[in-house]
């Protein structure tokens, strides 16, 4: 049985993202093309005409399949399927009951923010509680968020996902709060973006932060060029993927308010196993469900201690967003 798009009673089959697959076609077709062009730097320097320039010509003349078969997957997407994909439903307005929220931080090894992190949300009027997970850290991070207030787990298993997972099911157990905040405990995000996300919360299951704003975004912060356009180019495939549920621009930040009934339901669907990927798995398989995301502006500031996560580097980056690219085009089938 199929229920707008999402199959029902067993078996569970979004439509077929053509979109996504026809961006991906003509990228790949592009970068045969360019390839194959840039081959003329070791044809002539070289002297190497009578090896490379049958793959030269192979490379451009071939590049044309995916970029032609890329359009036609998109164009007959955007033409024939959009209108049976974007619901037919009104501006969702749901009232906020009561302005409280219920902060949930991930923690490694964070011993140098946590403090300050856990004491900026405490004193934020709309926070109730502050719950920090520490993923088995190594320092004095679970210590540090106890004695600034926090209330205070530990998950033993490693990885970014199933710290997040913890953070959000502890979370969701405290029903005197209609939503919950996900943050990180590193200092990258402030508490002040509260009021804006709650600002979006009427309007939405998920408000996803996106630190994709010039202006909110500090300069010197972990996230490179490289990353910034990366995260963006991942974004915008997920939108493909659900073509016209939403607009994405920053499918890495942590930082989103949840209500917490959407996420009771989203908790049983989402694979903790899934690591450095996990928010671009989160968001997918909210819009699966047919939860409504939304993108609010949030600020960005430079990291107090040493990142750990797809942000050392931007190789670590291009190895993560892979790995986002590839659990989009297979519905994550393959992280266990």
């Not at 209330?151 to 209609?178: M, N, Q, S, W």
């Not at 299951?205 to 300069?219: A, S």
Request: charged fraction near 20%.
């Amino acid at each position: 049985m199929e229920i707008d798009g999402i199959i029902v009673g067993g078996r569970k089959r979004g439509r077929t993202p053509f979109l996504l697959y026809g961006v991906l076609c003509f990228c790949v077709g592009t970068l045969l093309y360019l390839m194959g062009v840039l081959l003329v730097f070791p044809r002539y320097l070289f002297n190497l005409h009578a090896l490379l320039d049958p793959v030269a010509e192979g490379l451009v003349w071939y590049s044309g399949v995916p970029i032609l078969l890329g359009i036609g997957f998109a164009l007959f997407d955007i033409l024939f399927l959009f209108g049976g994909k974007k619901p037919d439903r009104p501006v969702r307005f749901e009232p906020v009951r009561r302005r409280r929220v219920t902060v949930a931080l991930t923690a490694y090894n964070d011993e140098e923010s946590i403090t300050g992190a856990v004491e900026d949300f405490l004193a934020h009027p709309l926070v109730e509680r502050v719950i920090v997970v520490s993923n088995n850290s190594m320092d004095r991070t679970f210590d540090r968020a106890e004695a600034a207030g926090a209330i205070t787990f530990d998950e033993p298993a490693p990885g970014y996902g199933r710290c997040v997972y913890r953070c959000l099911a502890e979370a969701v157990k405290h029903d005197d709060t209609e939503f919950v905040v996900l943050c990180e405990g590193d200092s990258t995000f402030r508490a002040y973006d509260i009021e804006k996300l709650l600002a979006y919360a009427p309007h939405a299951d998920i408000v996803n932060g996106t630190r994709t704003v010039e202006p909110l975004r500090q300069y010197m912060t972990q996230l490179s060029t490289f990353l910034y356009y990366g995260n963006l180019f991942v974004g915008k495939l997920l939108e493909a993927k659900h073509l016209g549920r939403g607009t994405l621009t920053d499918v890495g930040t942590t930082y989103k308010l949840c209500r917490r009934d959407a996420l009771i339901d989203l908790l049983r669907h989402v694979k903790p196993a899934v690591n450095l990927e996990f928010n671009a798995h989160f968001i997918d398989v909210a819009l699966a469900r047919n939860m409504v995301v939304l993108e609010c502006p949030i600020t960005f500031h430079p990291r107090i201690g040493l990142s750990k996560g797809g942000n050392v580097s931007n190789w670590r980056g291009l190895q993560v967003g892979s790995r986002m690219i590839f659990g989009l085009l297979s519905n994550w089938r393959r992280f266990a």
